[in-house]
């Protein structure tokens, strides 16, 4: 289904969201985004899932690359807002956009304009329809996570995923769903786009925000639903030989959700299914997006 974008401040048919091919982005990635889910909640309605947390990340990026956006935070949440609304879906992802419009060519981005566009569509899961259920085959990528002092990492910015269609695309070549990159001195980091967590002996283990990932907003509200339900969870380096002797292994992301790790680079995981702590922290989750209970304030109603 072809909903209306937001574009520059005013909605406009799908078909009708055109840039042109001089637009610096399609030359350099030059562009910050964000993915954020809208659930269809028994007690909320329709509502958006940590919508200022994604929009605050989307403004940080653009500063990060030194990107003027035509629009504050509060705008570009109104927005979204109104664009779910006019979308009528009641489960949707959104992605808002910023990138460098036409101007010079060259790589210095600073005298192109900056267009903003917010899409809404229908996304379902994203590692596949058995994927949160039964969890999904991965391998380690050879590619690494770039370096810190290469891209910085807490900006979700179009170019970094070019790196991360080599991971993805080694991953579906050799047969897998996903790969795990590494950081370049040979810690996990996480998937081309979700971030990892290790389970062993009741505590959960997950990379570091100083490891070159992005902090997923996902990933931080798992954390926050683990330790209130009384699991350890520790932040830091991990080893990549952890991941072949946990007892369980999960990926966090808007558009990945919870989804539980069966096996990487063959070795099973656990028992090859979802395992417990995975399944008790998806359930805490769903609680939340399925039912609309929101202790943490993290929904925001469409409508009222
Ligand atoms: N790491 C990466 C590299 C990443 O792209 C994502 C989201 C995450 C971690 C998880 O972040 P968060 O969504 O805030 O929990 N990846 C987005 C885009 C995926 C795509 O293929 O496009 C997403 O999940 O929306």
New binding site residues.
Partial sequence: MEHDIWFNGKFVPFKDAKIHILSHVIHYGSSVFE?IRAYSTEKKGTAIFRLSE?MRRMVDSATLYRMQLPYDQAALERAAIQTVSRSGLSDSYIRPIAFRGVGEMGVNPLNNPVETAIVVFEWGP?LGPDALEYGIDVQVASWNRFAPNTLPSLA?AGG?YIN?SLVKMDAVVNGYKEGIMLTTDGYLA??????LFVVRDGTIYTPSTNLS??P????SSVIQLAEDAGITVKEGRIPREVLYIADELFF?????EITPIRSVDKYTIGNGKRGPVTHKLQKAFLDIVERGNDPYGWLTPVSG
Avoid: D, F, P
Avoid at 190 to 195: A, F, L
Avoid at 216 to 219: E, F, H, N, P, W
């Fill in positions: 993915g994604h994203y979700k970094n991360a996480e998937g081309s786009g979700e971030n990932i992005l997923g907003i996902t990933r966090t992301g808007t558009a990945a």
